[in-house]
């Protein structure tokens, strides 16, 4: 994960400081998946973003996440409809 940096990736940039983490051989295949699929443009800025969520949002629990992750199963799969956004505001509020 050598590609690291704030503005577009710049690994000159700084503001940033590279890490090393250790990850299973699913997890980086996991990874790579979403990153891709989700259209960052490198693992490094799908990993920042997902840092930033999970600092920025601390209140955001496993179990919420496993919620708003089932319902988004079911509405791809035709089972459930979208929920608006003040509603899962609401989801988060009453859970934190």
Request: aromatic content about 4%.
């Amino acid at each position: 994960m050598s590609e690291t940096g704030t503005n577009g990736g710049n690994i000159d940039d700084p503001e940033t400081t590279t890490i090393n983490i250790r990850v299973t051989e699913r997890q980086l295949a996991e990874i790579d998946a979403v990153w891709k699929e989700e259209g960052y443009t490198s693992r490094s800025e799908f990993l920042r973003h997902a840092i930033r969520d999970a600092t920025d949002h601390p209140g955001a629990s496993r179990e919420i996440l496993a919620s708003i992750a089932t319902e988004e199963y079911a509405m791809r799969n035709g089972e459930s409809e979208a929920v608006s956004r003040e509603e899962v505001v609401d989801l988060i509020d009453d859970d934190a």
